[in-house]
Nanobody, 118 residues
Framework: QVQLVESGGGLVQPGGSLRLSCAAS????????MAWYRQAPGQQRELVAT???????NYADSVKGRFSIFRDNAKNMVYLQMNSLKPEDTAVYYC????????????WGQGTQVTVSS
């Protein structure tokens, strides 16, 4: 079994910063793509950013230039640095990892709330 646990969410004022972390534990062989998604109330879950094992990144247009995704392969962790936060960034943020355990599967964290408000 593989478990993902996110941390780092909270309440922040517009223009502020937060760093989300996601740690994988369990029977991990190797990890491939890691990603962050978010879901705002009444909205569908949307992709925020992805990072390949060799560090190639992609971002949603709405967060380009403000968010950075990075990873630590040795620790099986992925991070999301969020700067210049806006109220529209308010959502539950989920990490996802494609991991080889007994087979290749996608695993999800439980989500962490990010609220941007004055």
């Amino acid at each position: 079994q593989v478990q993902l646990v996110e941390s780092g969410g909270g309440l922040v004022q517009p223009g502020g910063s937060l760093r989300l972390s996601c740690a994988a534990s369990g029977n991990i062989g190797i990890s491939n793509v890691m990603a962050w998604y978010r879901q705002a109330p009444g909205q569908q879950r949307e992709l925020v950013a992805t990072i390949s094992r060799n560090g190639r990144t992609n971002y949603a247009d709405s967060v380009k230039g403000r968010f950075s995704i990075f990873r630590d392969n040795a620790k099986n962790m992925v991070y999301l640095q969020m700067n210049s936060l806006k109220p529209e960034d308010t959502a539950v943020y989920y990490c996802q990892m494609n991991i080889y355990s007994d087979t290749w599967s996608d695993y999800w964290g439980q989500g962490t709330q990010v609220t941007v408000s004055s």
